[in-house]
């Protein structure tokens, strides 16, 4: 496996590796690997010859700079992660390099699915997240991109602009990691304290009552209402929002229809934001 830093070295490793014969496969992260990255490295080298991970903690889209600064950096550990995943490269570029220049994100006006729920909670968000993917696509150019069920609407998003610019590129959904006490993984995780994480446990266990309310055929907007409550009451746990989606368009879904359906919830403990999500209908 090897490290690359500069698009220019990126370019050399493909050709070099023959990416344009082959099956590709690419996985981008923020770094802090962890499990659910890895299997997303996995599922990316089961279906490719050869997988590129990106590192880059991107600036634009942080809405908050303390929160960016707070981001780890632990391209070491990261890289021996993703080789240990199979991964073939890891392409860690400075954000200046892949933007050429300062970097920008243009606004994207996608109407609910880039201003609700995480974007209404993280104005600007959404703009980097297509800023740096689109890039990254151009870079890379892999037959094959997977991205994590954890973050829902990013994947619906990053959907959307592969069918917009980037056709030739297959999004796969790798699938959402728990622990063994049911926290999904996330590099946030680790600044909860013991009693943080029993606290944030409230979000899987009110998104399982959703998911049985579900199956009983329970009218949804009871269940949300219900649970919604208890995350309210649930010490520690500061609720940003509890819904039930269409998992492509992230308009608020209805208890009829075909489309695919995901509870969402979003939330704070210990000063930590935390998503999660599950299916209600496929």
């Known amino acids: 496996m090897v490290l690359l830093h500069s698009l220019e070295a990126l370019r050399e490793w493909q050709i070099n590796a023959g990416w344009n014969n082959v099956a590709s496969g690419f996985v981008p992260t923020m770094g802090a690997l962890h499990e659910g990255h890895a299997s997303l490295i996995r599922q990316a080298k089961s279906q490719c010859n050869l997988v590129v991970v990106s590192v880059l903690v991107n600036p634009t889209q942080f ?122 993984l996330s590099s946030r995780n680790a600044r909860l304290s013991e009693e943080g994480v029993e606290q944030a446990l409230a979000l899987s266990r009110s998104l399982r009552g959703l998911q049985a309310a579900a199956r009983s055929e329970e009218d949804w907007r009871q269940a949300l209402a219900r649970e919604r409550e208890v995350l309210a009451n649930s010490p520690g746990v500061t609720l940003e929002y509890l819904d039930a989606v269409d998992a492509a368009s992230f308009e608020p879904a209805a208890p009829g229809g075909a489309a695919a359906v995901h509870a969402v919830v979003a939330a704070h403990v210990e000063g930590v934001r935390l998503i999660d999500n599950a299916p209600l209908r496929t």
């Open 63 to 184: 809405n908050d700079a303390k929160d960016f600064d707070a981001y780890p950096r632990t391209l070491e550990d990261d890289a021996a992660k993703a080789k240990a995943a199979g991964a073939d490269a890891v392409f860690a570029p400075m954000a200046e390099d892949l933007y050429g220049g300062q970097p920008s994100a243009k606004p994207v006006h996608w109407g609910v699915l880039t201003h609700a729920y995480e974007g209404a909670h993280r104005p600007g968000h959404f703009d980097g997240v297509v800023a740096v993917v689109d890039l990254l696509f151009q870079a890379v150019r892999p037959d094959v991109a997977v991205f994590g069920e954890k973050d829902l609407q990013q994947v619906a998003i990053v959907k959307r602009l592969a069918e917009e610019r980037h056709p030739g590129i297959n999004v796969v959904v790798g699938e959402l990691i728990r622990d063994a006490s049911g926290l999904a």
